[in-house]
Nanobody
Framework: QVHLVESGGGLVQAGGSLRLSCAASGSIFSIAAMGWYRQAPGKQRELVARITSAGSTDYADSGKGRFTISRDNAKNTVYLQMNSLTPQDTAVYYC???????????WGQGTQVTVSS
Protein backbone atom coordinates (compact mmCIF):
# COMPACT_ATOMS: atom_id res chain seq x y z
CA GLN A 1 0.00 0.00 0.00
CA VAL A 2 1.21 3.48 -0.90
CA HIS A 3 0.49 6.57 1.12
CA LEU A 4 0.85 10.06 -0.29
CA VAL A 5 1.18 12.97 2.11
CA GLU A 6 0.95 16.52 0.80
CA SER A 7 2.29 19.57 2.58
CA GLY A 8 3.09 23.19 1.88
CA GLY A 9 -0.36 24.61 1.37
CA GLY A 10 -1.57 27.71 3.11
CA LEU A 11 -2.76 31.28 2.72
CA VAL A 12 -0.84 33.60 0.43
CA GLN A 13 -1.49 36.97 -1.14
CA ALA A 14 -1.98 37.34 -4.85
CA GLY A 15 1.35 37.45 -6.62
CA GLY A 16 2.97 35.27 -3.99
CA SER A 17 4.47 31.81 -4.19
CA LEU A 18 4.04 28.44 -2.55
CA ARG A 19 5.88 25.16 -2.86
CA LEU A 20 3.84 22.02 -2.39
CA SER A 21 5.46 18.72 -1.51
CA CYS A 22 4.12 15.19 -1.73
CA ALA A 23 5.99 12.42 0.03
CA ALA A 24 5.25 8.85 -0.98
CA SER A 25 5.72 5.71 1.05
CA GLY A 26 6.78 2.42 -0.45
CA SER A 27 9.33 1.48 -3.04
CA ILE A 28 7.64 2.15 -6.36
CA PHE A 29 7.99 5.92 -6.53
CA SER A 30 10.76 5.87 -9.12
CA ILE A 31 8.63 3.98 -11.65
CA ALA A 32 5.49 6.03 -11.05
CA ALA A 33 4.09 8.96 -12.92
CA MET A 34 3.23 11.72 -10.46
CA GLY A 35 0.72 14.47 -10.80
CA TRP A 36 -0.83 17.42 -9.04
CA TYR A 37 -4.55 18.05 -9.35
CA ARG A 38 -6.76 20.67 -7.78
CA GLN A 39 -10.40 21.04 -6.92
CA ALA A 40 -12.05 24.36 -6.22
CA PRO A 41 -15.42 24.59 -4.45
CA GLY A 42 -18.24 23.60 -6.78
CA LYS A 43 -15.86 22.52 -9.53
CA GLN A 44 -14.50 19.24 -10.80
CA ARG A 45 -11.01 18.08 -9.97
CA GLU A 46 -8.60 19.14 -12.70
CA LEU A 47 -5.05 18.38 -13.68
CA VAL A 48 -2.46 20.99 -12.78
CA ALA A 49 0.79 19.29 -13.77
CA ARG A 50 2.29 15.85 -14.12
CA ILE A 51 5.71 14.29 -14.45
CA THR A 52 6.62 10.90 -15.80
CA SER A 53 9.08 8.49 -14.26
CA ALA A 54 11.57 9.69 -16.87
CA GLY A 55 11.06 13.32 -15.89
CA SER A 56 8.93 14.55 -18.77
CA THR A 57 6.46 17.19 -17.68
CA ASP A 58 3.06 18.39 -18.78
CA TYR A 59 1.07 21.38 -17.57
CA ALA A 60 -2.47 22.61 -17.75
CA ASP A 61 -2.75 25.92 -19.57
CA SER A 62 -3.67 27.63 -16.30
CA GLY A 63 -0.26 26.90 -14.83
CA LYS A 64 2.07 27.20 -17.78
CA GLY A 65 4.83 29.68 -17.10
CA ARG A 66 3.89 29.95 -13.42
CA PHE A 67 4.04 26.40 -12.03
CA THR A 68 6.91 23.93 -12.08
CA ILE A 69 6.63 20.26 -11.18
CA SER A 70 9.70 18.31 -10.20
CA ARG A 71 10.60 15.10 -8.45
CA ASP A 72 13.35 13.73 -6.24
CA ASN A 73 13.41 9.96 -6.50
CA ALA A 74 15.95 9.69 -3.70
CA LYS A 75 13.42 11.32 -1.35
CA ASN A 76 10.27 9.76 -2.86
CA THR A 77 8.93 13.26 -3.20
CA VAL A 78 7.28 15.32 -5.90
CA TYR A 79 7.08 19.10 -5.74
CA LEU A 80 4.95 21.82 -7.23
CA GLN A 81 6.45 25.28 -7.24
CA MET A 82 3.71 27.84 -7.77
CA ASN A 83 4.55 31.44 -8.57
CA SER A 84 2.47 34.50 -9.40
CA LEU A 85 -0.53 33.02 -7.65
CA THR A 86 -3.98 34.48 -8.23
CA PRO A 87 -7.26 34.01 -6.35
CA GLN A 88 -8.31 31.65 -9.18
CA ASP A 89 -5.64 29.24 -7.95
CA THR A 90 -7.51 28.78 -4.67
CA ALA A 91 -8.35 25.09 -4.32
CA VAL A 92 -7.50 21.89 -2.56
CA TYR A 93 -4.42 20.45 -4.26
CA TYR A 94 -4.08 16.70 -4.50
CA CYS A 95 -1.07 14.55 -5.24
CA UNK A 96 -1.59 11.56 -7.55
CA UNK A 97 0.53 8.52 -8.31
CA UNK A 98 0.00 6.26 -11.29
CA UNK A 99 1.92 3.05 -11.72
CA UNK A 100 0.81 1.82 -15.11
CA UNK A 101 2.50 -1.56 -15.08
CA UNK A 102 0.75 -2.38 -11.83
CA UNK A 103 -2.52 -0.65 -12.81
CA UNK A 104 -2.38 1.25 -9.54
CA UNK A 105 -3.62 4.77 -8.87
CA UNK A 106 -3.20 6.53 -5.54
CA TRP A 107 -4.33 9.89 -4.13
CA GLY A 108 -3.19 11.99 -1.24
CA GLN A 109 -5.55 13.63 1.21
CA GLY A 110 -5.09 17.11 -0.25
CA THR A 111 -3.69 20.39 0.94
CA GLN A 112 -5.58 23.68 0.90
CA VAL A 113 -4.19 26.61 -1.05
CA THR A 114 -5.92 29.93 -0.55
CA VAL A 115 -4.87 33.03 -2.46
CA SER A 116 -6.22 36.33 -1.21
CA SER A 117 -6.71 39.34 -3.43
Amino acid sequence: QVHLVESGGGLVQAGGSLRLSCAASGSIFSIAAMGWYRQAPGKQRELVARITSAGSTDYADSGKGRFTISRDNAKNTVYLQMNSLTPQDTAVYYCNMVVSILTRNYWGQGTQVTVSS
